[in-house]
Nanobody, 125 residues
């Protein structure tokens, strides 16, 4: 059974930092791109960042220069380091595994087949 579990969410002041973790199991983690997505209340889900199986990264414009994605294949984990957080970063953050192996790093949610349950990030201004 494929499982993705996010952790590291919480409340932080604007300008602060958080690191999200995504722990994966049930599939050949090394072969799949992993993405981070978020959904704020009343808004559609949007892609934040993704990393391919060989470490190529992709970022949404609104997080470039502030967020960094990385992966540790030995631990089946993906991280999202979030710096200079803004109130508009408040959302539920999800990690997801691409539906096909060796895919390009895309932030298009339609490419992702497996999703975690999400973790809440609240940035106070």
């Amino acid at each position: 059974e494929v499982q993705l579990v996010e952790s590291g969410g919480g409340l932080v002041q604007a300008g602060g930092s958080l690191r999200l973790s995504c722990t994966a199991s049930g599939f050949t983690f090394d072969d799949y791109a992993i993405g981070w997505f978020r959904q704020a209340p009343g808004k559609e889900r949007e892609g934040v960042s993704c990393i391919s199986s060989d470490g190529i990264t992709n970022y949404a414009d609104f997080v470039k220069g502030r967020f960094t994605i990385s992966r540790d294949n030995a631990k089946n984990m993906v991280y999202l380091q979030m710096n200079s957080l803004k109130a508009e970063d408040t959302a539920v953050y999800y990690c997801a595994a691409n539906g096909a192996p060796y895919s390009n790093p895309t932030t298009n949610a339609r490419a992702y087949a497996y999703w975690g349950q999400g973790t809440q990030i609240t940035v106070s201004s």
